[in-house]
């Protein structure tokens, strides 16, 4: 039965969200049940076309992302493959009627880490932004709307300032691996290797003013996401404080991380102000 096979290859997805980010697995469990396996065929895609241009280090990364895009678009128009990620993903694509303009801007980004390293300007930061973090928040946001479509133009900026929050925290988190590893510099007008507490601080209320406007938008989510996506919310917020009073050349050192004990006392405070209907 190819029921059999779509619900395995769901399950390959939850695993690969669970595998690669406890902190992501965690605000997916807090979604209803309803709506957290589409939210974790997303992760699933876009965590392996990430993985594929940051990891795959020794082989051919642009015919690897090149044939995970092919394999992609053969499994929407065959509606199946037997890649349980590429066959979970363009189920929900097409369930949630997911535009493929999203998907193509997350693809433009990942080659995009393949021939630059460097991001002279805002507008070239913005659309790198835009590609690889904006647009996956849209596509969740076409899952927890469930096709209202006047509800996803209402949301959309905010879900898609969410989106730039989280990646530039992750950016500021992994500084020295993007820096040292990967020799890439996402921010315009930092050289990292003279990484000060100005830079530093001009990233962060950036930051801020991203989590102050998609805040405005998680109260207005449906009951079945709101919780889910708080979670994240107070989740990078605590990393994006943690960075704040990290020195800045020991984030240029280390990869700042949230304890799972914190992490565990957030969704504890996650959960009683959402009861209190504080969000």
Same mark, same amino acid.
């Given at each position: 039965?190819?029921?059999?096979?779509?619900?395995?290859?769901?399950?390959?997805?939850?695993?690969?969200?669970?595998?690669?980010?406890?902190?992501?697995?965690?605000?997916?469990?807090?979604?209803?049940?309803?709506?957290?396996?589409?939210?974790?065929?997303?992760?699933?895609?876009?965590?392996?076309?990430?993985? !594929?241009?940051?990891?795959?280090?020794?082989?051919?990364?642009?015919?690897?992302?090149?044939?995970?895009?092919?394999?992609?678009?053969?499994?929407?128009?065959?509606?199946?493959?037997?890649n349980p990620i590429l066959n979970s993903f363009q189920?929900?694509?097409?369930?949630?009627?997911?535009?493929?303009?999203?998907?193509?801007?997350?693809?433009?980004?990942?080659?995009?880490?393949?021939?630059?390293?460097?991001?002279?300007?805002?507008?070239?930061?913005?659309?790198?932004?835009?590609?690889?973090?904006?647009?996956v928040g849209l596509m969740c946001l076409k899952v927890?709307?469930?096709?209202?479509?006047?509800?996803?133009?209402?949301?959309?900026?905010?879900?898609?300032?969410?989106?730039?929050?989280?990646?530039?925290?992750?950016?500021?988190?992994?500084?020295?691996?993007?820096?040292?590893?990967?020799?890439?510099?996402?921010?315009?007008?930092?050289?990292?290797?003279?990484?000060?507490?100005?830079?530093?601080?001009?990233?962060?209320?950036?930051?801020?003013?991203?989590?102050?406007?998609?805040?405005?938008? !998680?109260?207005?989510?449906?009951?079945?996401?709101?919780?889910?996506?708080?979670?994240?919310?107070?989740?990078?917020?605590?990393?994006?404080?943690?960075?704040?009073?990290?020195?800045?050349?020991?984030?240029?050192?280390?990869r700042i991380r949230v304890s799972n004990y914190t992490?565990?006392?957030?969704?504890?405070?996650?959960?009683?102000?959402?009861?209190?209907?504080?969000?």
């Amino acid at each position: 039965m190819k029921q059999l096979f779509d619900d395995v290859s769901f399950k390959c997805s939850k695993l690969v969200t669970k595998n690669y980010s406890t902190s992501f697995s965690l605000a997916v469990y807090m979604l209803s049940p309803s709506i957290r396996d589409a939210i974790y065929s997303i992760y699933g895609f876009v965590r392996f076309a990430d993985e !594929i241009v940051d990891s795959f280090h020794g082989f051919d990364k642009e015919s690897l992302i090149t044939e995970f895009e092919d394999e992609y678009y053969k499994a929407f128009d065959r509606g199946i493959s037997l890649n349980p990620i590429l066959n979970s993903f363009q189920q929900t694509v097409k369930q949630n009627n997911i535009s493929d303009d999203l998907i193509q801007a997350f693809l433009k980004s990942m080659k995009l880490d393949l021939i630059k390293s460097d991001y002279h300007s805002k507008a070239e930061y913005d659309d790198y932004i835009y590609g690889s973090a904006d647009v996956v928040g849209l596509m969740c946001l076409k899952v927890f709307v469930a096709g209202d479509d006047k509800r996803y133009e209402q949301l959309k900026d905010e879900a898609m300032r969410l989106g730039s929050a989280f990646q530039k925290v992750n950016f500021l988190r992994d500084l020295k691996d993007d820096n040292l590893v990967l020799n890439r510099n996402y921010f315009p007008g930092v050289d990292l290797n003279s990484f000060d507490e100005n830079a530093k601080t001009a990233i962060i209320n950036e930051i801020e003013e991203d989590f102050r406007v998609a805040y405005e938008g !998680i109260v207005k989510l449906p009951i079945e996401a709101k919780f889910g996506v708080y979670t994240a919310f107070v989740y990078y917020k605590k990393l994006l404080k943690k960075l704040e009073n990290t020195p800045c050349h020991e984030i240029g050192n280390a990869r700042i991380r949230v304890s799972n004990y914190t992490k565990a006392g957030l969704l504890a405070k996650s959960f009683v102000s959402y009861k209190l209907k504080l969000v």
